[in-house]
């Protein structure tokens, strides 16, 4: 069962243009929510990251939106760069009942392509 | 000086073989992860041990066993290694205190079955 659902696959932005990618999620547990960015050959690594009590979070061109009631979330990026090329993945964190530790549950992620 | 560190980076073996995949954080961090990430970049929790203690269990094979022998270290251990486990192994740690709790992530090691 996947628990965050992540799209596009892939997407392939021009320079100058804006990227969306965008998840949801089910498990109203979910309290915090993080992106990370991949580049070839690296891990993830944290991007920009939102809690559920505020609708938005801007961190230069990157910005997270969210809308709790529809239990979205999406990255947008602005004025998008060749350097943006990258795998990027959604993720949300809950504390799990059993244990009382916090637990990631990463989306599927979005390769993305900036062609200059 | 690098927070989580893995070895080796790439590993070629032939089916059938054992090998494992080592793991170390220097971030005091309090838990420790498996993700293996196959060619379509999907990327799949396969354990967590925090504390010593196994917390996350996914349908992984039990070819597949994670052995930390402390708490800074989380080796992946495979055993009659199928073709099918050729991917990219990720180690990643985090610290469960507090909500804004960030997972990093080692270098990857490429694992390919021949």
């Known amino acids: 069962q996947q628990q965050v659902k992540q799209s596009p696959q892939s997407l392939i932005v021009q320079k100058g243009g804006i990227s969306i990618i965008n998840c949801a999620y089910e498990?109203?547990?979910?309290?915090?929510f993080p992106w990370y960015q991949q580049f070839p050959g690296k891990g993830p690594a944290l991007l920009i990251a939102?809690?559920?009590?505020?609708s938005e979070k801007k961190e230069g061109r990157f910005t997270i939106s969210f809308n709790k009631s529809a239990k979205q979330f999406s990255l947008h990026i602005m004025d998008s760069q060749p350097g943006d090329s990258a795998t990027y993945f959604c993720?949300?964190?809950?504390?799990?009942?059993?244990?009382?530790?916090?637990?990631?549950?990463f989306g599927s992620g979005t390769r993305l392509q900036v062609q200059p | 000086d690098t927070a989580v560190s893995q070895t080796p980076k790439y590993l070629v073996t032939q089916m059938g073989n054992d090998k494992s995949i080592k793991c170390e954080q220097n971030?005091?961090?309090?838990?420790m992860y498996w993700y293996k990430q196959d060619s379509k970049k999907f990327l799949k929790i396969m354990f967590s041990?925090?504390?010593?203690?196994?917390?996350i269990n996914e349908t992984v094979p039990n070819r597949f066993s994670p052995k930390s022998p402390d708490k800074a270290h989380l080796n992946l251990h495979i055993n009659s290694l199928e073709l099918g486990d050729s991917a990219v192994y990720f180690c990643?740690?985090?610290?469960?205190?507090?909500?804004?709790?960030?997972?990093?992530f080692g270098q990857g090691t490429r694992l390919t079955v021949v």
């Open positions: 990643a740690s985090s610290s469960d205190r507090g909500w804004d709790t960030e997972a990093f």
């Open positions: 939102i809690r559920p009590d505020v």
């Open positions: 041990y925090n504390n010593k203690e196994l917390i």
């Open positions: 993720a949300a964190s809950r504390v799990l009942m059993d244990t009382g530790r916090r637990a990631l549950t």
């Open positions: 498990n109203t547990a979910f309290d915090y």
């Open positions: 971030l005091g961090h309090d838990t």
